[in-house]
């Protein structure tokens, strides 16, 4: 553990750290302590990490659950960053609150069939899917082109969630990742 000087205190942007304070003898304390924003109110003449209204803050990191429902093509003007990660999974048990609740994840295979690319072109890691038993299907009822983009929904039965392709041009939710925001004086 690091102790930090009690003459001085300084806000950092290390991550999983919204403070510090010379009162808080390890880096880690802060975070876990207090939240970002009570750390924030604590000492508002600094300048501190902050997401902006609306949006809920998880480290360095802001997300939005969208509440609309918007096609493919129109998220992407929304959202440079689809996450999926361990919070994520958490926070959408408390979001999908109708069965048929889906939120896009940012993962196509519209340039290529079968080959899954997220938003910002990386490819899929195919250890780490959440794939439901028969998906993805392509299946092209709905649309002739078949299904290119990755909805995560709640598998009723088990309340697990799952992902499935679904035709890009289908309105669901969307998930949107940023950096929190410096500066912001709360």
């Known amino acids: 553990a690091e102790t930090l000087s009690t003459t001085s ?76 990660q361990s919070f994520l999974m958490q926070r959408l048990r408390d979001k999908m609150v109708e069965d048929e609740d889906m939120f896009w994840i940012g993962l196509t295979d519209s340039v290529t069939e079968g080959t899954w690319l997220w938003a910002d072109g990386t ?20 649309n002739a082109n078949g299904e290119d983009c990755v909805r995560m929904g709640t598998k009723s039965r088990s309340g697990l969630k799952w992902w499935s392709d679904k035709s890009c041009t289908a309105p669901q939710k969307r998930i949107c990742e940023k950096s929190v925001e410096t500066g912001m004086n709360v």
């Not at 009570?38 to 659950?65: H, I, M, S, T, V």
């Not at 038993?133 to 299946?139: H, L, R």
């Open 9 to 84: 205190w300084s806000v950092t942007d290390v991550a999983f750290l919204t403070c510090l304070h010379p009162l808080m003898l390890i880096k880690e304390t802060c975070f876990v302590a207090l939240d970002s924003s009570l750390c924030c109110d604590l000492f508002k003449a600094e300048p501190c990490r902050k997401c902006q209204e609306g949006w809920e803050q998880n480290g360095p990191q802001c997300y939005y659950f969208s509440t609309d429902k918007l096609i493919w093509e129109k998220i992407l003007n929304f959202s440079s960053t689809f996450p999926v």
């Open 123 to 142: 490819p899929l890691n195919k250890s780490l899917t959440f794939w439901s038993e028969v998906e993805p299907d392509n299946w092209n009822g709905e």
